[in-house]
């Protein structure tokens, strides 16, 4: 007896399942179709700038010809004007060196940089972070401290 009720109860649970379009597998239920379409409303946001837009004008503002270039290689190359950008005024030659060791020399001066500036306003450098630095001397000399943020 408890077999044949246990039977009738799960055809029924069965039946509204399939008739009400539930989805009865997991694959089913974890389709990213379904979950893209339930988490995510479209959005439109006024005011933001395409990201092809926004390095085309960088390039624009760099000198950089750009024309014919795909997103990335443009991207490429005004990271790359950037860092040489930082480079000069930071006074370091940039003359056949990579990006990276380029990149990784522009921070080790600025650093140094920092710190030096630090140690003018009397501020403790032992332990201390870059930003941290440049927090401590905003707080100090504001006009220092914009002169030093911005690199890398």
Do not use: C, W
């Not at 408890?2 to 009865?24: D, E, F, N, P, R």
């Not at 092809?52 to 960088?58: E, F, G, R, T």
């Not at 790359?80 to 080790?108: F, P």
Request: net charge neutral; proline share 2%; aromatic share 4%.
């Amino acid at each position: 007896m408890k077999k044949k009720t246990m039977s009738y109860v799960m055809t029924g649970a069965l039946s509204i399942t399939i008739l009400s379009g539930v989805s009865s597998s997991p694959a089913q239920a974890a389709s990213p179709q379904l979950i893209k379409e339930q988490a995510a409303p479209s959005v439109t946001r006024t005011g933001t700038k395409n990201f092809a837009d926004v390095i085309a004008d960088q390039a624009a503002a760099l000198g950089i010809h750009i024309e014919g270039d795909d997103l990335e290689t443009a991207a490429k190359k005004v990271r790359l004007a950037k860092l040489q950008h930082q480079a000069a005024a930071l006074g370091i030659k940039t003359d056949g060196k990579e990006e990276k060791a380029l990149r990784l020399e522009v921070k080790k001066v600025h650093e140094t940089y920092v710190h030096n500036a630090a140690g003018y306003f009397g501020i403790e450098t032992d332990g201390q972070r870059t930003k941290d630095l440049i927090t401590a001397i905003s707080e100090v000399n504001s006009e220092a401290a914009e002169q030093l943020n911005g690199f890398y």
